[in-house]
Structure formats: structure tokens, C-alpha cells
T-cell receptor, first 113, second 112 residues
Framework: TQLLEQSPQFLSIQEGENLTVYCNSSSVFSSLQWYRQEPGEGPVLLVTVVTGGEVKKLKRLTFQFGDARKDSSLHITAAQTGDTGLYLCAGFAGGTSYGKLTFGQGTILTVHP | DAEITQSPRHKITETGRQVTLACHQTWNHNNMFWYRQDLGHGLRLIHYSYGVQDTNKGEVSDGYSVSRSNTEDLPLTLESAASSQTSVYFC???????????FGQGTRLTVV
């Protein structure tokens, strides 16, 4: 069974601060996705990283896939109150198991004004 | 616009009762999934389907069943509800041979 360890589980910061969320595994993933979830809603896909070492930017969010495709990070620069939410990483093992994802435990981010 | 809809959004049921949660998608996706979300566990896969008449067990399938009679729907049935099945349930779908999933808004189920 593949596992994804996500840290930290909780993060409380002030507006304007930077933060990094980590997603680690001992297993190799074909690709890794990051989702954001608002209270009472389902997760919404932010980005998919596929190639080892890949870096993707989405405005103030930077996503990186580890060289060995076993870990990933999400960095937010100058956090805003609108960034508050649950962030989830999810790994896709590859092969024919499309859409079958292994999720990390999630990081609850609270950005205070 | 295409979407994925879950119903009901909230349900309270008694231990031992059979419960069915509905999931309907208009994306015309082949792949559909049911996850449960519990604090500290992220989302865990219950059952999934890659097409009509196809169903597969996920990581936490005991006590749950699904059936796929058409492309649009994948209802999740709890055969005999238990308190341990109190959770938030999410349905998701994805295109054939694509890993990214679209999620419904969730069903909060409480078993008393």
C-alpha cells in the first residue's frame, strides 16, 4: 500500500507570510496532484506534476515534484486570507489505475488578517 | 455546464439501516470513485468503477457496495450502517486514461 505523509497537519500564519507544505512517500508516483478544499465543498484540482524535478507556478503558489518522484512541496508566497483552506496532495501510482488516487492527510491552512 | 452532483448533502440514519448515497455526473466520464474523508486520514478510496457493469473494491470497502448500470450514476450503499461509517463521503469522476478527478460537494452521513 502506498502512503503519502503530508506535513504540517495544521498551519496558522499572518497575512503576508510565506509557507511550505510537504508531501512525502517511500513510494514512487507516476504523477502527483495538489487539491484545495473549502468547507462544505469537494476538493478542487490546483495542479498536476508529472516529471521528476518539475516546478509549476500558479500565481503565488509554487509546486515542486521531487527528482525521484517520491515527494512534493507546495510553497505559498505572501499568503492572503483567501488562501485559507484544506490543501491535499494526491499521488497516482501509474499503470491502468487511472483516477485511483492515494491522498495525504491534508494541511489545514488558516491565514489571519 | 457539466457537473457531478451528490444527494443528499446531509443524512442522519440509525445503526443497522441500509443507506444509499447518490452520485450523478454529466461529464460523460468513464471513471467514477467513492471516497470517505475523516480528520487525520485524508480521503480514502471505498469503491471505483471504470465503466458500466464494472466495479472494484478500494482501500476501505467493507460494509459498502456500488453498482454501475449507466455511465452517469454510481450509487453507494451501506448495507447495515455502523457508527464507524459516520463520515463525509465524496464522489468523483475522471476521464478515461486520465488521473485528475472532479469531485462532488460531498454527503455528510451521521449514523446514530
Amino acid at each position: 500500500t502506498q502512503l503519502l505523509e503530508q506535513s504540517p497537519q495544521f498551519l496558522s500564519i499572518q497575512e503576508g507570510e510565506n509557507l511550505t507544505v510537504y508531501c512525502n512517500s517511500s513510494s514512487v508516483f507516476s504523477s502527483l496532484q495538489w487539491y484545495r478544499q473549502e468547507p462544505g465543498e469537494g476538493p478542487v484540482l490546483l495542479v498536476t506534476v508529472v516529471t521528476g524535478g518539475e516546478v509549476k507556478k500558479l500565481k503565488r503558489l509554487t509546486f515542486q515534484f521531487g527528482d525521484a518522484r517520491k515527494d512534493s512541496s507546495l510553497h505559498i508566497t505572501a499568503a492572503q486570507t483567501g488562501d485559507t483552506g484544506l490543501y491535499l496532495c494526491a499521488g497516482f501510482a501509474g499503470g491502468t489505475s487511472y483516477g485511483k488516487l492515494t491522498f495525504g492527510q491534508g494541511t489545514i491552512l488558516t491565514v489571519h488578517p | 455546464d457539466a457537473e457531478i452532483t451528490q444527494s443528499p448533502r446531509h443524512k442522519i440514519t440509525e445503526t443497522g439501516r441500509q443507506v444509499t448515497l447518490a452520485c450523478h455526473q454529466t461529464w460523460n466520464h468513464n471513471n467514477m470513485f467513492w471516497y470517505r474523508q475523516d480528520l487525520g486520514h485524508g480521503l480514502r478510496l471505498i469503491h471505483y468503477s471504470y465503466g458500466v457493469q464494472d466495479t472494484n473494491k478500494g482501500e476501505v470497502s467493507d460494509g459498502y457496495s456500488v453498482s454501475r448500470s449507466n455511465t452517469e450514476d454510481l450509487p453507494l450503499t451501506l448495507e447495515s450502517a455502523a457508527s464507524s461509517q459516520t463520515s463525509v463521503y465524496f464522489c468523483a469522476s475522471s476521464e478515461y486514461r486520465v488521473s485528475e478527478a472532479f469531485f462532488g460537494q460531498g454527503t455528510r452521513l451521521t449514523v446514530v
